[in-house]
Nanobody
């Protein structure tokens, strides 16, 4: 069965950095684009970034462009989200997704 397990969240000060990881299993990882989305109580679900199966094509929401970088290691069935220059408005539960599936998420809190 498909499983997506995120990790790497935590509490960080504004301007800080975090790297999220998502380990996938149960499907041919390299055949699927992977996404990062985030969820807050106030804004609901917001798409953050997508990376294609080969890793050569990435897209970002305007709100994170230039600060976040998505990457993947198909040998490790893992997708990453490097988050720099974090802002309080980046506070959310971050989920990795592929078509039809979403992980349980990891909490990111940006606060001084």
């Amino acid at each position: 069965q498909v499983q997506l397990v995120e990790s790497g969240g935590g509490l960080v000060q504004p301007g800080g950095s975090l790297r999220l990881s998502c380990v996938a299993s149960g499907f041919t990882f390299s055949s699927y684009a992977m996404n990062w989305v985030r969820q807050t109580l106030g804004k609901g679900l917001e798409w953050v970034s997508t990376i294609n199966g080969g890793g050569g094509s990435t897209t970002y929401a305007n709100s994170v462009k230039g600060r976040f970088t998505v990457s993947r290691d198909n040998a490790k069935n893992t997708v990453y989200l490097q988050m720099n220059s974090l802002k309080p408005e980046d506070t959310a539960v971050y989920h990795c997704t592929r078509t039809g599936y979403r992980g349980q998420g990891t909490q990111v809190t940006v606060s001084s």
